[in-house]
């Protein structure tokens, strides 16, 4: 019992290197972020992350999702006008073609940030897992700015 214990936890180490190497391989040269910043507004209400990709490399990028230690929930969502009134819903996923640069900014694509864990405020820094579709994962520092900046 105790060995195949022991076999279990060193498979599952040597997958999370391997996957840590690919990580920084793949995304490290080929996915660029830029312009990562969060607006938060006060009190209970969510915020939103904006950021803008670019894929440098020659395969496209499927971004699925993202997750942060400072929310309870983090969700990729798209902003639309309907009537006249501005809606938002979830987005499943967004994919950036070879080449491609992609802007979540406002009006448009954004991450919504809900349930803050600690209070933030402007000028503060807070990191942002990005989930890509292939299991990669993308740690991004994103600038808490005042909804007003932007
Ligand atoms: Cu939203």
Redesign the pocket.
């Known amino acids: 019992m105790a060995s195949n214990l022991f076999t279990t936890s060193r498979r599952w180490a040597g997958g999370l290197l391997v996957a840590l190497l690919t990580t920084g391989y793949v995304y490290g040269q080929d996915l660029q972020v830029s312009d990562a910043r969060a607006s938060l507004l006060p009190g209970e209400q969510?915020g939103?992350g904006y950021f803008e990709l670019y894929n440098a490399g020659d395969k496209a990028v499927v971004l699925v999702g993202a997750d942060s230690d400072a929310f309870e929930t983090v969700?990729l969502?798209v902003?639309a006008e309907q009537d006249g009134m501005a809606h938002?819903h979830a987005v499943e996923q967004v994919e950036i073609a070879p080449g491609e640069r992609f802007a979540f900014a406002p009006k448009g694509h954004?991450l919504?940030l809900i349930g803050r864990e600690k209070a933030l405020s402007v000028g503060d820094e807070v990191d942002v897992q990005l989930e890509f579709a292939d299991n990669q994962r993308l740690s991004v520092t994103f600038d808490v700015v005042s909804p007003v900046s932007l």
């Open positions: 969510p939103a969700e969502h902003s938002m954004h919504m």
